[in-house]
Each structure stands twice: as structure tokens, then as C-alpha cells.
């Protein structure tokens, strides 16, 4: 009996032909999350995407990230290259809030990932007066 084998193809939205084991968004995460300002200071956050995939679907991946806060990342896409499996960015966010971050595999990267940074206002020191009861 002879074997047949074919090859899936998938069309992605740009037009591109990719084989149907591509590579893909696997993991997005924050660090630290929650993030404080630091009196006037905004916070920095390290923003970490993981792709998956057989190493030569990986070759040439790019993910774009939106750190949610109506900015742009920096840099604004992410190669991914031949070998790499895991890349980092930092993004400094100016007011306290939540924030919807999403990673976006583009160019040979399928799939995307959200998560939530929360960056808390500087701690706000307060004193107060006791009165003290004379005899």
C-alpha cells in the first residue's frame, strides 16, 4: 500500500501561505503586575511573549504588542528571528489604571494573548495630630 502525504495549507488575512504548523502566540505576561508609581515616577513594565512551534515555522515570526493604554509599544513589532522563543519589552505606563495587553503573531505568527497590568497610584502618606488632655 503506498502512503500519500499532504500538506495543509491555511490563508492568513495578509495573503500569506503558511504551513498549517505554524508558529503562534503561546504565553504573554507582565512583570511587575501590580506596578506602583514611585511618588511622580510611572512605572516600568517588562512585557514577555512566548511563541510555539516547530523551530522552522518559527523562523522570521513577528508579534505586535498593545500595551492598552492608547500608546504605541516600542518597538512596535517583535522578530521573533531564527532561533529565539521568548523576547522582552518595556513599556512605562504615565497614569494609574488597568490595562488590557495583547500580543498579535503577524507575519508567519498566528494567534494572540491578552493579560491585565494593574499600575497602582504612589502611596499617599498621611499624618494626623493627636490632642493631648491637660490635667
Do not use: W
Amino acid at each position: 500500500m503506498k502512503k500519500t502525504t499532504a500538506a495543509l495549507l491555511l490563508t492568513l488575512s495578509a495573503g500569506y501561505f503558511v504551513p498549517a504548523a505554524f508558529a503562534g502566540v503561546s504565553k504573554l505576561s507582565v512583570s511587575p503586575n501590580p506596578a506602583r508609581f514611585a511618588g511622580s515616577t510611572a512605572p516600568q513594565i517588562f512585557i514577555t511573549v512566548t511563541i510555539s512551534g516547530p523551530s522552522g515555522a518559527r523562523s522570521g515570526c513577528e508579534v505586535t504588542v498593545d500595551p492598552g493604554d492608547g500608546s504605541a509599544a516600542t518597538p512596535p513589532r517583535i522578530d521573533f528571528g531564527a532561533v529565539a522563543r521568548t523576547k522582552t519589552i518595556q513599556h512605562i505606563y504615565q497614569t494609574p489604571g488597568t490595562y488590557r495587553i495583547r500580543a498579535t503573531g503577524v507575519r508567519g505568527c498566528g494567534g494572540s494573548r491578552d493579560v491585565t497590568a494593574t499600575v497602582l497610584p504612589a502611596p499617599v502618606a498621611t499624618t494626623s495630630m493627636l490632642k493631648m488632655k491637660s490635667k
